[in-house]
């Protein structure tokens, strides 16, 4: 056990202890009198002693010590016996061994002993090995402490760390927390490591100096074991612009599983979109935990490994034998129960599985437990059937449990067991006339009444009754009697099997059945069971007349996916004769358009209509149907989709294998994602598209028994097959021509039929004629030499590679908005790319700490580049606080709101990136006239309403007085009169104005007013603040007589029309300006009006008006066309961010959050 270093003086000590090991650093040393076979006096001695001393007084037989270079002190840090009683941390029962000491030794060799070199300071040296065992004795207690209590001490203590060192907002969910190191450079800091909801978190205070480190999940693009100088074995962070290795953990193989679990949920929450509303675990992020992410693990693992629906939930996993009758024994494996489910699976691999649905079993029995059968059950299904489990634990509660779940199965699905199910059904498939056999394998019927069933035929359309091959039956042109001969060979040792292992979903599935699969499935057989291997069986059982009211449903409604589905009716397996009539082709056309009834989510997808085509071949319409859902849902998950993430996923899985299983080619092939791209094809329609088609229906019969295990392992037999010639090849093209070549040439020596002409391949008639492979020997071959990948190991590098995939969509939609907006805006390319990291993660943290959040405001990859991340009046607040120039003090919160309402045109209260950064260009880079005319925009409507929060406030300001002539002094006494300049330079604005711009509506009064106070705000802190203030006063003062005078003007033409006088009298002409035409006589205004107050027009004011008076006053045009630096902007909203996320949060001052230390 590790012990709290304490200092121990050896100039007296070495007669007791003998050295066993050393280095440079660490000795380790056996106490005399233990382990000696014969002894010296003095190992006697001591032996005696420790022996009569009581065991609070025993020393431990083996200890570790740390030895600081120059130094006569030594620190034991590992002892090798139980101190039960002393004055230890904690007790454990561990031995006095040498094998323990070992495991103490071992770590510290591959974990420290390389890493000390790198200090220079002995002090240092003592500090960090003292720090590091400290840390890893409060670990062992924490672990130990949390499997003994719900919710442990040690655990509330690092959560209030947690809490404190980062200061989050409660919402942030620590889920567990782990000593370690992380290194900078190669230095490394000891500290410890935090994993929550949403984040990495590190916190370190080594030597005097404090580091803290977050790093969201959704940022993380690469989470990898690695190996770094100075240590074997590491964990690797990579996010855009950092890596960061983590070392020295207690159990690495925990803490790495627990890190990808967490970047995983976390990614598929916030940036799978199409998978969230379809687990509801990543709805809740609030209640995740370590054993539910555990959990969680075991359960993906166990719907993949048995291929059952997303629904299922896996209730336990018991160690158990099951009696297998072809091997005459017990077979040890592991029992898993869920919902719907009871399933096995023997320890060795490939031995045996079985999957028994409930809405199979007849019932469940406890057996007499002898010292033969420990703990038995009985589990019998209606194929007379019954499975034999022993050596359960807990078999009461489970059996319990079990007839609970089996009652609801049944109450909820009513099951009427057929008589005539008596009879061998395998007999009657190999004797029916019908390619197909019978139909009646495996199904079972349902209680309805008659009259129900007679209605629903009535009401259901024509439906195709069987596999669309049985109609077109092709007769062998070559050696057709022994292409028959093959078949029945086939058949018999089909019918031999399935008499001894079972004929039903319930099978024993063996290396045995592998086999015969791998051979082919005979065509009268292969429908049938690719219903029991998929288990869609049970779903077309379980639904009766599910299918039919879709179709008639669907049919009739036009919309873009049944456009997209009659385009590519035609394209189907137009070689094949069963779609080359309308009968095929309207059966292909239910099925796809049921399907993306039932389905909108997935809806239609290209590649979908070959699939279907070949299961429409093979099995009757309802059972395509059925067969079609267990692949989209159940074996091939998210592969069709908007995005098709599954697809994508499996191909960087398919690179790694290469990696891995074919070096060679690897290293010639620099860039793996050309045959990626290649291969992608063969992933979405299992290789039907490009391999002739009764070659390509084999691999489907190895796909519905094998899953998409079966895909890989053809994929790599088919590159070994030509990697010669890939090795040899120039570019991609030629080697795409090579994979072609050799894929359509793959023939299917036993089909029934002739081959059919293949379309898929392209070469000229001049090359050499390519080798025919026989499909079945390329089957075989796969299954041997890369049949070894487990199930586990797939969804490991799923796993892995799904949060590169997802991150490199993120990367492709930043660069494709940037794409956008980079030509629109002057913001330099590397300022815009923060901002977007910015505008993204502001989005992200209300997806942290606000839920749920409605759909709107979720991410959603379907929706165009620029409109996937938008955020809300909340989160444009708090961005504009941290990133725009124009901060007005306690007034900025109202500027905000009316710049969200103007840039919110659809007023869906979101807004995007590209409005958010046009208005910021605005602010930073644009002339004086485009500030000024948003300035202008802000305050009317749609940005300024009726209910504006100050709006209502009066402006009381004797600067603005509206007694004041267009006449101003000068401090040395001069006077200016800004009449005949202002004139002119609205006229010029006048003719530069663009003729296709909409003119803006002109300004009210308390619109004015508003302007006013957002410009008085403005100005305030700046260096020139008294000169600007005099300067927009002035301005004020002039634009204030203007409105008057217009007001004036307007009153005066409009009295002078309903008084029967003259119009044109009060209309300026082309040469004069309205807004002067009662000045230009030289009258006062007093004398020119001519009607009383209350006639008076709307006092009003135009952006022209505005922007001439304003370039008067070279102050206030040197503050608008000042340069602005947005970097360091950015830099502090970078810091800042997170904190003031927490401010608005807890309402309370919180200090600042760093996202990363330099």
Known sequence: ???????????????????????????????????????????????????????NARVAPFRILLQVPGSQVYSPIACGELLSGSDVYWAVATGATLEEINQHWDWLEQNLLHTLSVFDNKDDIASFVKGKVKALIAEETSSRLAEQEEEPEKFREALVKFEARFNFPEAEKLVTYYSCCCWKGRVPRQGWLYLSINHLCFYSFFLGKELKLVVPWVDIQKLERTSNVFLTDTIRITTQNKERDFSMFLNLDEVFKIMEQLADVTLRRLLDNEGFDLDPGLQEPSQITKRDLEARAQNEFFRAFFRLPRREKLHAVLDCSLWTPFSRCHTAGRMFTSDSYICFASKEAGCCKVILPLREVVSIEKMEDTSLLPNPIIVSVRSKMAFQFIELTGRDSLVESLLARLKQVHADQPVRYDTTQDEDLTWSMFHSTSMCGDHRFGRIEMVSSENSEEREKEMSPQLHPEALVAGFRRSGSQSPDSRLSREQIKMRLWHDHLLEYGRTVCMFRTEKIRKLVAMGIPESLRGKLWLLFSDAVTDLASHPGYYGNLVEESMGKCCLVTEEIERDLHRSLPEHPAFQNETGIAALRRVLTAYAHRNPRIGYCQSMNILTSLL????????????????????????????????????????????EQLPELAEHMHDLSALGSISLSWFLTLFLSIMPLESAVNVVDCFFYDGIKAIFQLGLAVLEANAEDLCSSKDDSQALMVLSRFLDHIRNEDSPGPPLGSHHAFFSDDQEPCPVTDIADLIRDSYEKFGDQSVAQIEHMRCKHRIRVLQGHEDTTKQNVLRVVIPEVSVLPEDLEELYDLFKREHMMSCYWEQPRPVALRHDPSRPYAEQYRIDARQFARLFQLISPWTCGAHTEILTERTFRLLDENMDHLIEFKAFVSCLDIMYNGEMNEKIKLLYRLHIPPALTENDRDSQSPLKNPLLSTSRPLVFGKSNGDTVDYQKQLKQMIKDLAKEKDKTEKELPKMSQREFIQFCKTLYSMFHEDPEENDLYQAIATVTTLLLQIGEVGQRGSSSGSCSQEGGEEPQ?????????????????????????????????????????????????????????KPLDIKSKLENAKINQYSLKTCEMSRQSQPELKLSSP
Request: proline share 4%; with cysteine.
């Open 1 to 55: 056990m590790w012990l709290k270093p304490e200092e121990v003086l050896l100039k007296n000590a070495l007669k007791l202890w003998v050295t066993q090991k050393s280095s440079c650093y660490f000795i380790l040393q056996r106490r005399r009198g233990h382990g000696e076979g014969g002894g010296r006096l003095t190992g006697r001695l001591v032996g005696a002693l420790d022996a009569v001393l009581d065991s």
């Open 616 to 659: 429409l071949l093979y099995a009757e319409e309802e059972e395509a149907f059925w067969l079609l859902v267990a692949v989209c849902e159940r074996m091939l998950p998210d592969y069709f989709n908007h995005r098709v993430i599954g697809a994508q996923v499996d191909q960087s899985v398919f690179e790694e294998l290469i990696k």
């Open 1065 to 1121: 009298a009060s209309v300026p002409s082309p040469e004069q300006d309205s807004v002067f035409a009662d000045t230009h006589n030289g009258k006062s205004p007093r004398e020119s009006q001519a009607f009383p107050e209350e006639a008076r027009g709307d006092w009003t004011v135009s952006l022209e008006h505005i922007l001439a008076s304003l370039l008067t006053e070279q102050s206030l045009v040197n503050f608008f066309e």
